[in-house]
């Protein structure tokens, strides 16, 4: 799906929300849920493009496969929790949104570590003494 036609049923998904939120606001919550998911299955594959392009780039440079997934697997804790964030204030649910913000911060940072750690001992391989 191209992004005039994301932006085209966006902007159709918006004018039945609007409309939905007056009467039936459950509705609208759900609507907003099927349309996000919409698009990210859409998008499924240009998801996997990428992650192939950068499969391929990491086996060109020979750069060790576990930073790749490690970066991957934020990106996708990213991701999801930014899609579930906006669902939940969607849903009126600001609160809840924040936790998933702020659990999704904790989660990325946990599996930065490993990360931080080969940057600091290649740093600290570099310093004579």
């Given at each position: ?8 049923l966006a902007l159709l998904t918006t004018i039945f929300l609007l409309i939905l939120r007056q009467e039936k606001p459950v509705m609208a919550v759900l609507l907003s849920i099927v349309f996000a998911v919409v698009v990210f299955t859409f ?87």
């Amino acid at each position: 799906m191209e992004i005039a036609q994301i932006i085209g049923l966006a902007l159709l998904t918006t004018i039945f929300l609007l409309i939905l939120r007056q009467e039936k606001p459950v509705m609208a919550v759900l609507l907003s849920i099927v349309f996000a998911v919409v698009v990210f299955t859409f998008l499924m594959d240009k998801m996997a493009s990428i992650v192939e392009v950068l499969k391929e780039l990491t086996r060109r440079a020979e750069i060790n496969y576990f930073f790749l997934t490690t970066i991957l697997k934020i990106l996708g804790v990213a991701y999801l929790a930014e899609f579930a964030a906006s669902i939940c204030i969607d849903a009126g649910e600001q609160a809840v949104a924040k936790k998933v913000e702020f659990a999704a911060k904790i989660i990325i940072g946990v599996l930065a570590i490993p990360i931080i750690v080969a940057i600091l001992e290649s740093l600290l391989e570099l310093m004579p003494g």
